[in-house]
């Protein structure tokens, strides 16, 4: 079975500029997360999407930060204007919905942002 | 939101030593969850633990959840250098599908 598939695996841009990652989730999971999970810290949810919904985007910046699920399938996030605070690993996961049983998310490799 | 603290922060022991990791909330949990990080790379799904009292092992690790849902512990026996890496606790205190919360892991190196 495929994992969850990002990318870029890295990417370095200048503040001020902009910049998209992409995800591919487990075929047949239902639920999408992003997470932003800076040195030394744990992975912090950024969104989350049932299909193409979004359940959770309490903690996303929305004045730079955007994501969007067309089709319920793979997901974007950009980041515009970057910031040098930006600069940390975007991790997409992704998680089957059984009813209201919790199911562990499967994580991709990341997307390591240096912003300079 | 859930807050929850891992410790130790860091760890150094020498293979073939067991050593435990501790992750507390301040709130009953209904999931916790215990993952394993290779250093710049994604994150690896280790054990679920749901019910008070309720331990499971894999291998050589063995995760427990206290009765009061709100301390897990991860124990590994005889640490290899495979066993390092950062770990990860997550939970959610909710029975309804929300994105986990997570601790700020543990860095465990296993030295010859």
């Known amino acids: 079975e495929a994992g969850v598939a990002q990318s870029p695996r890295y990417k370095i841009i200048e503040k001020r500029q902009s910049v998209a990652f992409w995800c591919n989730p487990i075929?047949?999971?239902?639920?999408l997360y992003w997470y932003q999970q800076i040195l030394g810290q744990g992975p912090k949810l950024l969104i989350q999407?049932?299909?193409?919904?979004?359940?959770?985007d309490s903690q996303l910046p929305k004045d730079r930060f955007s994501a969007e699920r067309l089709k319920g399938v793979d997901s974007t996030l950009k980041i515009q204007p970057a910031k040098l605070e930006d600069s940390a690993v975007y991790l997409c996961a992704s998680s089957l919905v059984s009813g209201y049983m919790n199911t562990e998310a499967f994580f991709g490799q990341g997307t390591r942002l240096t912003v300079v | 939101s859930q807050e929850l603290e891992q410790s130790p922060q860091s760890l150094i022991v020498q293979e073939g030593k067991n050593l435990t990791i501790n992750c507390t909330s301040s709130?009953?949990?209904?999931?916790l969850y215990w993952y394993k990080q290779k250093y710049g790379e994604g994150l690896i799904f280790l054990m679920m633990?749901?019910?008070?009292?309720e331990e499971k092992s894999h291998e050589k690790i063995t995760a427990k959840l206290d009765e009061k849902k709100q301390q897990s512990s991860l124990h590994i026996t005889a640490s290899q250098p495979s066993h390092a890496g950062i770990y990860l606790c997550g939970a959610t205190p909710l029975n309804s599908g929300y994105a986990l919360n997570f601790g700020k892991g543990t860095s465990l190196l296993v030295t010859p």
């Open positions: 709130k009953t949990l209904y999931g």
């Open positions: 999407f049932q299909n193409n919904g979004v359940v959770d």
């Open positions: 633990l749901q019910k008070g009292g």
């Open positions: 075929s047949g999971h239902a639920t």
